[in-house]
């Protein structure tokens, strides 16, 4: 009961008409607080539309990053013996890199940086059944790094939607309005303005 109260309420919020509330509808929803005229009918629907393409983009990206996340892992346990999902992200990158654990260490050691080191026996092992298929998980793994990117700036596109939206707003609820400013020229004689 309590989340139709809530429902209602919110829907009431964003169908009421009036001009301050026009402001927070903006920012909740942009497009949805410009008035329902025809003048302005284009640019709310414009900005609907741009609304549902940044959250389709959003959900999208997320969704197809989590998809390709669980193939690489289970790629990467079924041709390398790496359970990437037990250790930090560097690790899952270090695997698509290296044939083997070894290499790897090889490669740390060789460029002074031992405490990047894997130590043996601690379930760090992996070793590629080829180089193929290594290339395959690393184009997995750098895929699903890019959905995700792409959700971020998503986000960041649905925040900088909103200020548009509310700069937009105000520009057009006061497009036509006196801006209080005025100006007024006196004679006091023949020398001075």
Known sequence: ???VIVLISIMSFLVCSNQRM???KNFI????GIPETEQYSKTKRNYLIREAFIW???FSSRQNSDVYED???NYGIDYSGANVADFNYQYAINVGDYNTMSDYNNAMLGRRIPDKVYPNDEGYEWNWESNSNRLKYRDMLRTSRNLDKLGDFA???LLIHRIVGIINYTYLMNNNKSLGLSSNIYKTDLETV
């Open 1 to 3: 009961m309590k989340k």
């Open 22 to 24: 026009g402001l927070i």
């Open 29 to 32: 929803i942009p497009g949805s």
């Open 56 to 58: 389709g983009a959003l």
């Open 71 to 73: 193939n690489y892992i």
């Open 155 to 157: 986000i960041a596109g």
